[in-house]
């Protein structure tokens, strides 16, 4: 038996005012989806108006992020399984990617959907295995799963070992020189940051991401109720690679190299992390306010050479705050104050 | 064959080391059902400290450690109130993220300190040859100090009447509360003691092996397979687990090379839990 | 009445403790069993065994002709088996409406959302919850926790129900509504295995008794002959000599 059986209220602070008539459950609005598309239009056309390649720069970063927070949200705030190693998705859909297009002369869209369909099913295979452990041993078996990849990648000739892969100009040639490759990319990253965010929607609101919610809340008690907890979970883990290795693909092929240190770089799977803890875990907007605000942050830090040496203090005094003192991040407080919003702001 | 077998020795040794930070962890989680992701920063703290002892005072780790226990077990009540007691009721996600979080600010500030560079602390103790193989001193002064400390834990917890007021919240948080005990107080000395163990541990390590402030999560790693060979929640069953996996490593290290350790521990640590869910040294409990 | 489930020669043991020993018994369809008996007499254990918790260490379990010893929690609720625990254990964070939605979608009826939701509304009316819909299941009252239970296990549409010491802190009025809700949800063709300390209720409640201690069947009949069983009342008081159950003189 758990400690956490009865005693305690098992509540995550997402309390509503207690008096507010209730709401009636609503089925989901086509206006949340619409408003996406929206911010994804933005995003694109923002900066290609302007010809802003700054801004496009500070945009495609974002639009990483949000993607990988959002997915990671799959696991963290729907199924309650912390994935700490999760940037492993990013990295070697990142290499499997950028290998297809410079060995094998792939497309680059084919090669990013190939990445993403392979990592996935890798995830799928994999998941089935570690997904067996609960809360702290499989948060440590992800970190356990990133290193051992990125211990194998350093060890891999065909990959480039220890020193990576490196693009040359030629490799943006199919896509009319590097000037308009990097636009298509970004392009292609930010309708990979919409349809991430479609797809946390689309779960949440279906039945399957009813099961996994019911996961997250008390796993034990979803079984009982019916949820087949063994293949949610391993779904949930393998939908939750798709997009970060697709974008870690084209992030990769911009930037013209990736090596095992950049491309699984924990510091920043443990900051999307933080992105949606600041955001607000287990709704769609949260990683996705908390990505940008995290950037944002991030942005600022790094300009003065003292506090980027702090950047992990930084990051982990926030981690803390929001979990001590608002674990429902943004959009939670937001929801509390304004509890209409619950619809709107899923 | 003799290296093998003189490996495998000096990995029992080491192995009690991993068995004394491991304790640390497992007293933890048995007491209050919170997974410490702190410990390898705890590690590498009561490493640090020694570091620091033997460079302004001039003291062997062995003689600082009193002062290495004292310190951790302060750290361990501060961490404990700040961050441990609000989260303790709340699921797993919580207490996880926020030890997690703990975890990043004190390395990072460490690595504003120290940097990221290895560190040494030179300890010279004669060794016992045998066969052509030394056994150097250092670990077995490391292993017989780990026993020590194993061993005035185990007194603690089972004849002295705090010991058993640990034991009673263990068992029962609401009969202890009931009964008068200061489950609050209980809770966070508990902590403390578990993160002493975890940093006289360190400073064992640290006569035995060079350090960065990095060391932290593999010994961390170290820790939690360990953990769930001995069962969590058994203190006893963590240094059995500590010497079987200093066993191991004694078995594996004259055949591979050391960055694969990593990878066979953690390989261990995922089948060990998917197949003995509850340790394989976990003694039989209703 | 054909016997809807069926257990045999049902055994468990716990490291030094014989939780359940050779346990058998049946329920009939459209039957209300209870199961009686001290604390510690391996009932929930029973219920764990059931419902797949985990596995017994021998015996069978057999549900409407199929067997289902052993299997996992959701493929038991997949056959059609429904449990409300003693400790109840709400989905917090989510609506009462989402709780309950979990069980009747991923219930025996594999449902849709949309159709689950209907079923939610009539399960919901039926139980007394159908004005805390909205709420978050976490913030409801004791009592309001224990209807939910048996609002969830209702809505998978099961055939049988598990109901696990349901009225425990309850007042009295609170523990008549639930007999008349556990009388209604018979009447729908559910059949009920029930485990219970409050006497009353068994004795209104239910159509057979199955006493245990200690893990072992001690004895089995309708309410009347349990409640001046000597045997069982040794079990619960020591001495049958000081009293009944129903207050009638012992033999």
């Not at chain 1, 190939?114 to 992800?142: E, K, P």
């Not at chain 2, 017989?144 to 705090?162: S, V």
């Not at chain 3, 400790?87 to 009462?96: F, M, R, T, Y």
Request: net charge neutral; with cysteine; aromatic share 10%.
């Amino acid at each position: 038996m758990t400690v956490s059986a009865d005693i305690g209220q098992q509540d995550l602070s997402r309390k509503d005012m207690g008096h507010e008539p209730a709401p009636e459950i609503a089925a989901p609005r086509r206006v949340f989806p619409a408003l996406i598309v929206l911010l994804g239009a933005l995003f694109a056309l923002v900066p290609y108006w302007g010809d802003d390649v700054g801004l496009r720069e500070s945009f495609l970063l974002a639009a990483v992020y949000i993607t990988l927070a959002s997915n990671l949200n799959i696991m963290i705030g729907y199924a309650g399984y912390i994935n700490f190693g999760n940037i492993v998705f990013f990295g070697l859909g990142g290499y499997i990617c950028v290998d297809l297009v410079t060995r094998w002369h792939w497309p680059l869209v084919a090669a990013g959907l190939m990445a993403g369909a392979t990592v996935s099913l890798l995830a799928l295979v994999f998941g089935a295995g570690i997904l067996r452990l609960r809360g702290a041993f499989f948060a440590l078996a992800t970190i356990g799963v990133n290193e051992a990849v990125r211990q194998f990648v350093a060890n891999f000739e065909p990959w480039g070992g220890a020193t990576g892969i490196y693009l040359s100009f030629d490799a943006y040639e199919p896509l009319g020189g590097p000037m308009s490759a990097l636009w298509l990319v970004y392009f292609l990253l930010v309708g990979v940051m919409v349809l991430s965010l479609l797809l946390s929607y689309a779960i949440k609101t279906s039945k399957f991401g009813l099961g996994l919610l019911a996961i997250g809340q008390n796993e034990d008690a979803a079984g009982v109720l019916g949820v087949r907890t063994p293949l949610h979970k391993a779904l949930a883990y393998s939908a939750s690679a798709f997009f970060p290795a697709v974008a870690g693909g084209l992030f990769f092929f911009k930037s013209g190299i990736i090596e095992p240190n950049g491309a699984f770089d924990l510091t920043l799977s443990i900051e999307a992390i933080v992105m949606i803890m600041l955001g607000g875990y287990g709704t769609v907007t949260g990683p996705l306010l908390g990505a940008f605000l995290y950037e944002e942050l991030r942005g600022y830090l790094l300009t003065s050479p003292t506090i980027s040496q702090l950047q992990l203090v930084i990051a982990g005094a926030l981690l803390l705050a929001m979990v001590l003192f608002a674990p429902g991040g943004l959009v939670g407080f937001i929801h509390q104050r304004w509890p209409r919003s619950r619809t709107i702001l899923q | 064959m003799i290296g093998v077998v003189a490996s495998v020795i000096d990995g029992v040794l080491v192995g009690a080391v991993y068995g004394l930070a491991a304790m640390g962890l497992t007293l933890i989680w048995g007491v209050m059902r919170v997974i410490n992701l702190t410990h390898g920063a705890m590690i590498v703290l009561g490493m640090f400290i020694v570091y620091c002892l033997s460079k302004t005072a001039g003291l062997s780790p062995y003689e600082g450690m009193p002062i290495v226990v004292v310190v951790a077990f302060a750290v361990g009540v501060v961490i404990y109130w700040i961050a441990v007691d609000r989260v303790i009721g709340r699921p797993i996600l919580m207490s996880l993220l926020a030890t997690f979080a703990c975890n990043m600010i004190l390395i990072g500030i460490g690595t504003a300190l120290w940097t990221t560079s290895p560190y040494n602390i030179p300890v010279s103790l004669p060794g016992i040859s045998w066969q052509g193989y030394t056994f150097t001193g250092t670990h077995m002064m490391a292993a017989a100090f780990a026993g020590l400390i194993a061993g005035l834990l185990y007194l603690f917890l089972n004849y002295a009447r705090y010991g058993k007021a640990i034991r009673a919240v263990a068992s029962n948080r609401e009969a202890a509360e009931l009964s008068g005990i200061p489950t609050k107080q209980v809770l966070a000395v508990t902590f403390g003691l578990g993160v002493a163990l975890a940093c006289a541990a360190g400073a064992l390590i640290a006569t035995l092996f060079p350090f960065t402030v990095l060391s932290g999560s593999n010994y961390q790693l170290k820790s939690f397979v360990v953990t769930v060979l001995g069962g969590l929640g058994n203190p006893a069953g963590a240094l059995l687990g500590g010497i079987a996996l200093g066993l191991i490593e004694g078995l594996a290290t004259p055949f591979m090379p050391v960055s694969w350790t990593p990878i066979i521990e953690f390989a261990l640590f995922v089948i060990v839990l998917v197949a003995f869910p509850r340790g394989i040294f976990a003694l039989s409990r209703a | 009445m054909s016997a809807l489930l069926e257990v045999s020669a049902l055994s468990k043991r716990f490291g030094g403790v014989q939780a359940v020993a050779d346990l058998s018994f049946t329920v009939g369809k459209g039957e209300i069993l209870a199961l009686i008996g001290p604390n510690g007499a391996g009932k929930s254990t029973v219920f764990d065994l059931i419902n797949g918790v985990f596995p017994p260490d021998s015996g069978r379990i057999v549900f409407e002709g199929a067997d289902i010893t052993g299997k996992p929690t959701y493929e038991v609720a997949h056959h059609g088996i429904a449990r409300a625990h003693q400790i109840v254990q709400p989905l917090a964070g989510l609506s009462v409406l989402d709780n309950c939605l979990v069980g009747a979608c991923y219930g025996h009826d594999n449902l849709s959302l949309a159709a689950g939701r209907e079923v939610v509304r009539e399960v919901a009316a039926l139980v007394g919850l159908a004005d805390r819909l909205a709420m978050p299941a976490g913030q409801l009252t004791t009592a309001g926790k224990k209807r939910l239970e048996l609002a969830r296990a209702l809505c998978g549409r099961p055939r049988l129900l598990l109901l696990d010491e349901v009225l425990a802190g309850l007042n009295p009025t609170e523990i008549e509504r639930m007999i008349e809700v556990i009388r209604a949800i018979r009447a729908r063709g559910v059949s009920i295995l029930i485990i219970e300390h409050v006497m009353r209720a068994i004795m209104s409640l239910s159509d057979r008794v199955v006493a245990l201690n200690l893990g072992r069947n001690l004895a089995e009949g309708s309410p009347p002959e349990i409640a001046n069983h000597p045997a069982v009342i040794e079990a619960y008081l020591g001495d049958p000599k000081l009293m009944t159950m129903s207050g009638a003189q012992p033999s």
